[in-house]
């Protein structure tokens, strides 16, 4: 069983950064490809970005990508996402999720074993 938290969110102004973090505990976190999702108002779960159990190679969705960065330190059970450039479009409720297949966070995400309950991030204009 793996425990997911996220923390990191609030209201920024369109522009500015912020930056999220995932906290993992239970199970070995480095097992996992770890990802992020997020769920707009009115709108269902999309795929933002996503990094495999080594760090070694990351996914952004062409929405975000040049925009926000995803990191990981396995050392911490933490998953970062570096959220620069903010626009109105970001505002969503970012979930973070881990699944043993990278595939999943990035196309199924019916399939994803583990998520977090989400931290809202409010982009202001």
């Known amino acids: 069983q793996v425990q997911l938290v996220e923390s990191g969110g609030g209201l920024v102004q369109a522009g500015g950064s912020l930056r999220l973090t995932c906290a993992g505990s239970?199970?070995?976190?480095?097992?996992?490809?770890m990802g992020w999702l997020r769920q707009a108002p009115g709108k269902g779960r999309e795929f933002v970005a996503a990094?495999?159990?080594?760090?070694?190679?990351?996914y952004y969705a062409d929405s975000v990508k040049g925009r926000f960065t995803i990191s990981r330190d396995n050392a911490k059970n933490t998953v970062y996402l570096q959220m620069n450039s903010v626009e109105s479009e970001d505002t969503a409720v970012y979930y973070c999720?881990?699944?043993?297949?990278?595939?999943?966070?990035?196309?199924?995400?019916?399939?994803?074993?583990?998520w977090g309950k989400g931290t809202l991030v409010t982009v202001s204009s």
């Open positions: 999720a881990a699944d043993p297949q990278i595939a999943d966070i990035r196309t199924r995400p019916g399939d994803i074993l583990y």
């Open positions: 990094i495999t159990w080594d760090g070694g190679t990351t």
């Open positions: 239970g199970r070995s976190f480095s097992y996992f490809a």
